[in-house]
């Protein structure tokens, strides 16, 4: 009855503004327990420097600032035992074969997945061998195999804030970002699924003009054409709402380059988001979706092993996750994903939408600043995450569900921490335009 309506800002809809910041009060304390304090959710594998940007070659916006320098995990013993190599080829013979893509096409529609598991040990536990797509993934997966050239990272230790990272490399990545929003009329819809050269020097006003975008007189911002359907809307909110999480972040811990200190700086918030409320709404949507996609995940975490090779810090783990998940469920009910991809006349518009956000998500390796990489992948992933949970979960059934790789939920959680600060954030700095105390 009470869908998001993508049109609308979220306080048009029946939820509004105030109810998901009551919620977030409840769940940003978990969240952050859960992110900063356990195991699980601190440790992230990704392939952060050995994937070359698929679409374009500029080493000139290379980051050099030391701000944008990620502090990888070099020496092994700071992380799990589980997780280690060493450990990892102890795991051979029981470790789980993931069906590979042709397994997949072989099975019969209404045959689950089999993955061969060893005795005693659960999905969570083992590592990813093979960089091979579920045909539902909205994102391009980050391989844990022990093969992939992946690094660990404390994500804890690398905190998402001002690298100063910006000028037209930045620019570029975003302008890109976005024209995955144009989607094409039928028959050519499927011309973004590979990835394709754009000239680096592209003015932007070619790439609107190029692309049907314009500009909307009181805002910059790059808004779809008007009859774009419900799906293409949904798109552009999720891009726009990381985007201004991404911003929000960068003006809470801005660095002062005259004083050389941390600050949270109210200017850079009012320029960046006040200014744009719809900004602001679609970061607000973006905590709508995620959180129903945990609520949603509820069932699938009951029986979901957590492994980090500590039994009672597993145990814990667990028992956060689904905590929390239940508070997701508690909270009002704010997004309602089946009326999404109904009308028989778009019936591949959502083959086009999982395409298209997992070429955003290949986008990522074209970001030229190490840390705003490792948020960017674990970003998306989180959102790639959230719709293959929203699209491709009945959340009745269990075997038939997707797999959901350790990367996919450790992603998925973290993103929704950021979603969360953010919130936080930007109810501080709204306070703070209206007293001038930013005292926190
Ligand atoms: P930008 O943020 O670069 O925006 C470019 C244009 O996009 C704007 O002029 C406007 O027209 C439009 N726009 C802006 N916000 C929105 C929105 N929410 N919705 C719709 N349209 C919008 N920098 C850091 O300091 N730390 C980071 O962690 C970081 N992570 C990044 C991650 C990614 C994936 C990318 C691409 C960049 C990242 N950056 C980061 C750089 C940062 O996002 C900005 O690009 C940079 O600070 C320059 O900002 P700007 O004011 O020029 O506008």
């Known amino acids: 009855q009470c869908a998001i309506d993508p049109n609308s800002i979220v306080t ?31 440790y992230y594998r990704l392939n952060l420097y050995n994937k ?134 039928k028959s050519s819809r499927h011309a973004s699924l590979k990835p394709k050269p754009l000239q680096a020097a592209q003015s932007l006003k070619n790439i609107f003009q190029e692309y049907g975008r314009q500009h909307v007189d009181n805002s910059d911002d790059l808004y779809p054409l008007d009859d774009e359907c419900l799906e293409q809307r949904a798109f552009y909110r999720i891009v726009s709402g990381m985007h201004a999480s991404i911003s929000t972040h960068i003006c809470w811990e801005f660095f002062n380059q005259t004083t050389g200190e941390w600050v949270h700086n109210l200017e850079c918030y009012r320029e960046r988001l006040h200014k744009y409320p719809e900004r602001i709404s679609n970061l607000y949507f973006n905590y709508a979706i995620l959180t129903r996609a945990v609520a949603k995940l509820r069932k699938h975490l009951e029986s979901y092993t957590f492994c980090s090779g500590d039994p009672d810090q597993d145990f814990q783990t667990k028992q956060k996750v689904l905590a929390l998940a239940d508070q997701a469920a508690s909270g009002p009910h704010t997004f309602d994903e089946s009326i999404m991809f109904q009308d028989p006349s778009v019936m591949d518009l959502k083959d086009d939408f999982r395409n298209r956000f997992r070429n955003v998500s290949r986008l990522m390796d074209c970001v030229g600043c190490d840390k705003c990489r490792l948020w960017g992948k674990l970003q998306t992933a989180g959102y790639g995450a959230a719709l293959k949970v929203l699209f491709e979960y009945d959340e009745n059934k269990n075997g038939e569900n997707p797999h959901l790789r350790r990367t996919e939920l450790v992603a998925l959680v973290n993103t929704l921490g950021r979603l969360s600060h953010s919130l936080d954030a930007i109810q501080k700095f709204r306070t703070a335009l209206k007293t001038g105390d930013l005292s926190v």
């Open 12 to 42: 048009d809809a029946c939820t509004s503004y105030s109810d998901l910041e009551r919620l977030n009060a409840n769940l940003y304390p978990s969240l952050d327990d859960l992110t900063q304090h356990t195991d699980f959710f601190a």
């Open 52 to 185: 070359a940007c698929p679409f374009w070659t500029d080493e000139n916006s290379m980051c050099g600032n030391r701000a944008c320098a990620v502090e990888t995990i070099e020496d092994e013993s700071d992380i799990p035992p589980i997780w280690r190599a060493a450990e990892l080829s102890k795991l051979e013979g029981a470790r789980a074969k993931h069906p590979g893509i042709a397994q997949q096409r072989e099975r019969p529609k209404n045959r689950p997945l089999q993955y061969q598991l060893g005795e005693n040990v659960d999905e969570s536990c083992v590592l990813e061998e093979d960089d091979e797509c579920d045909q539902r993934d909205y994102c391009v997966p980050e391989d844990e195999g022990a093969a992939a050239k992946g690094d660990y990272v404390s994500l804890v230790n690398n905190t998402e804030r001002y690298t100063g990272y910006s000028g037209l490399g930045a620019r570029q990545v975003w302008d890109a970002i976005y024209k995955e929003n144009c989607f094409t009329p």
